[in-house]
């Protein structure tokens, strides 16, 4: 009887073992029960022996022997069924989950021997301040920031949750971290120690959106981050190549990108200032879609013109930064040919700024063609803006500098090729306040500056005509005193208008005197 409740006891056993193998908590329970078994036999069989001393050595043996046979064959009936029971289960997990309301999405960190992108996609995604600031109280969060990078980062703690919402649907993230269980498979693979995946729970109902629109948000946001953070390069053609002087096949040679011109500290007109925004938008955030639909190549040039000084170059500097895109200055007259000037476009990456400036100064670009292969002609620098090659990385921009537009090319300016004209103009008053706020952090609300002082320069500044680069010469050297800034500008601003009137009228007399000396010249001739 004891024997035979022994085996019912180690089959009950068997069972929780077979039932809930994939079970934590109950792999715990588990590994007590087995202790207590193993206790429990081990005493059962003392006694079992000690009952019996009084038989004799022939029949005790035998008995010890039934009683392992039998204890052995119930291992292997165990086994058996663990080995039959996984399918089992994973049938029965089907049948529950079809009544749950809610859908389970695992997102692991390796996709067989290679990275999964969405699962950093979305370790990315979580660690935006959005989901920082949505995250629960009691969610543990560690804080860190990259190198070379100003933002800092969150990033979710090993077996944490966090919530998310998109188009107003709740959703649950799970990080979960397991040690991985390595085997020598593959020995020249080396796998990280531990396993980890996120677990995206959501109702069922919510399948299509999360399916066609949620993930595809992740990855958005996901590039939008690593844009953010990650260092940015300003490129230039030098003469002989670039890397190629050191062994590698790039034309180019790159420096870090800190130029801190942004639209905020721009100086030009505000109205102006906003349509270029707008523009640029419209093309980074909007524009794949709409250039495939019309078969266009996913680039668009920008013309800026206008005298010297006026903020051509902090201009582009401020739509690299806006953009988060890569610059590359692009220096013409250290070209030889048009072949070698399709090999540097080839070699720019997507989400940069193509740059060339003073292109009026660069070279001569009025004929088409050229007899000779030892220079770039007009023809080429047309194919390198529009042409079959121009779609040589998606989502780039080409800008376009110049003091003289009359001297460019039409076929060089034409839309299509510069799609905006942007015309840099003189300081007006609207730039000359931004510069205030700027050099002087002058508050237009506030109440200690001299109102007409401000009136005056908004009556003077369109007659004096000029740049923000010489206003900002005279507030940098008067800063340290704002109302002594003020007064110099001022004062700049009516004598270069007085200068202007009198130039102005000189060239009337000069006008006015040459048509006099025609109109005789034509009345003699009538005598």
């Known amino acids: ?150 933002a800092l980062t969150f990033t979710l703690q090993n077996n944490a949750s966090i919530s998310d919402e998109f188009n107003g649907v709740s959703l649950q993230w799970h990080h979960i971290v397991t040690p991985r269980q390595l085997h020598n498979t593959f020995p020249w693979r080396i796998f990280p120690e531990h396993k980890r995946k996120f677990t995206l729970k959501f109702k069922k109902q919510h399948k299509s959106l999360i399916l066609n629109s949620y993930f595809d948000h992740i990855l958005e946001k996901a590039n939008e981050l690593r844009r953010r953070n990650q260092d940015r390069y300003l ?42 925004m707008e523009d640029l938008q419209d093309f980074a955030k909007n524009g794949k879609l709409f250039y495939q639909r019309t078969g266009r190549a996913w680039n668009r040039g920008y013309l800026l013109y206008g005298p010297p000084g006026t903020g051509k170059s902090s201009l582009i500097a401020a739509m690299a930064n806006f953009l988060g895109f890569d610059m590359y200055d692009l220096e013409l007259t250290e070209v030889q040919n048009n072949s070698e000037l399709k090999t540097l476009l080839m070699k720019t990456t997507a989400k940069s700024i193509v740059v060339i400036e003073d292109i009026d100064c660069s070279l001569n670009l009025s004929n088409r063609k050229n007899s000779r292969n030892d220079s770039i002609t007009l023809s080429g620098l047309l194919n390198f803006i529009d042409g079959l090659w121009s779609c040589c990385g998606s989502e780039k921009i080409f800008v376009f500098t110049t003091n003289h537009i009359e001297k460019l090319d039409p076929a060089l300016v034409r839309s299509g090729r510069m799609d905006m004209h942007i015309f840099m103009s003189f300081c007006s008053f609207a730039a000359l306040k931004i510069l205030l706020r700027n050099y002087l952090d002058w508050d237009e609300e506030e109440e200690d500056w001299d109102g007409s002082v401000l009136k005056e320069m908004e009556q003077s500044i369109e007659k004096a005509e000029m740049s923000a680069a010489d206003i900002c010469e005279i507030l940098i050297k008067n800063r340290r005193e704002k109302g002594r800034a003020m007064r110099r500008v001022l ?37």
């Open 1 to 150: 009887m004891n024997l035979f409740t022994t085996y019912s006891n180690y089959l009950l056993y068997g069972l929780w073992g077979i039932f809930f193998p994939l079970q934590f908590p109950l792999l715990i329970l588990r590994f007590f029960l087995e202790l207590s078994l193993s206790l429990f036999l081990f005493l059962h069989q003392n006694f079992y022996v000690s009952k019996q001393s009084s038989l004799s050595s022939t029949q005790n043996k035998k008995k010890k022997m039934e009683y392992w046979s039998t204890m052995a064959s119930l291992l292997g009936l165990i086994a058996f069924l663990q080995s039959l029971f996984p399918p089992i289960l994973t049938f029965s997990t089907a049948i529950f989950s079809s009544f749950s309301s809610y859908i389970y999405f695992d997102i692991p960190d390796i996709d067989g021997f290679n990275t999964n992108e969405l699962y950093t996609a979305v370790q990315l995604y979580l660690t935006s301040s959005l989901s920082a600031a949505s995250a629960n109280p009691t969610t543990r969060l560690s804080l860190t920031r990259p190198l070379n990078s100003t």
């Open 235 to 276: 490129f230039t053609n030098p003469r002989g190549g670039g890397d190629s002087l050191r062994g590698c096949n790039n034309p180019w040679v790159a420096v870090p990108f800190k130029h801190p011109s942004t639209f905020e500290t721009l100086a030009i007109d505000p109205i102006k200032k906003q349509e270029i």
């Open 491 to 527: 004062e700049a601003l009516k004598m270069r208008g007085k200068k202007k009137v009198a130039i102005n009228g000189a060239s009337r007399k000069e006008d006015q005197n040459e048509e006099c000396e025609k109109k005789g010249l034509k009345d003699t001739l009538k005598l």
